[in-house]
């Protein structure tokens, strides 16, 4: 294989690693490429944290939920806010108290449960908060039929 030749195929197959590592965060997965940026970061340990960061965006934590409400019961109440992909109970140690995950499929899914802060659901006064906004508050309260939204800082 001439000098030439060589260099191409190298220069190809470091074309290939960025295409797959470009791949991956764009939500694609890499087929086991391990691409190393000029600052130390492994591209791989970015996907990931992207991923992370998507999820979050797209997951509410409620508390203060009646001990007598199913996931059922949480699937249909939130279901008008858009497809859930996931629902889950939890411990929260800081406060000391049982919470509920919900992902859904979409981050303006999340933001519109968000808004459901304040309202009922079989007899308690429901605590919402958005897991991918920590520094903003998302929450509303009905004012009749209405559901009055505000975000703070």
Not at 63 to 87: H, M, Q, R, T, W
Not at 104 to 112: H, I, K, L, S
Request: with cysteine; glycine share 6%; net charge positive.
């Amino acid at each position: 294989m001439s000098a030439t030749a060589a260099a191409q195929a190298q220069v190809a197959a470091q074309a290939q690693k960025v295409k797959e590592a470009a791949g991956a965060v764009a939500g694609k997965p890499a087929k086991n490429t391990t691409l190393t940026l000029t600052d130390g970061t492994d591209t791989n340990l970015l996907t990931k944290k992207l991923t992370d960061q998507s999820q979050d965006a797209r997951t509410v934590i409620v508390f203060n939920v009646s001990p007598k409400a199913s996931e059922d019961n949480l699937s249909a109440f939130f279901g008008y806010c858009g497809k859930l992909k996931d629902i889950r109970q939890q411990y929260d140690r800081a406060k000391d108290q049982f919470c509920w995950l919900i992902e859904f499929e979409r981050a303006e899914m999340a933001r519109t449960a968000c808004m459901l802060h304040g309202t009922t659901l079989l007899g308690t006064e429901l605590t919402i908060t958005s897991k991918g906004h920590s520094d903003r508050h998302y929450s509303g309260h009905r004012e009749g039929s209405q559901v009055v939204a505000s975000i703070r800082p």
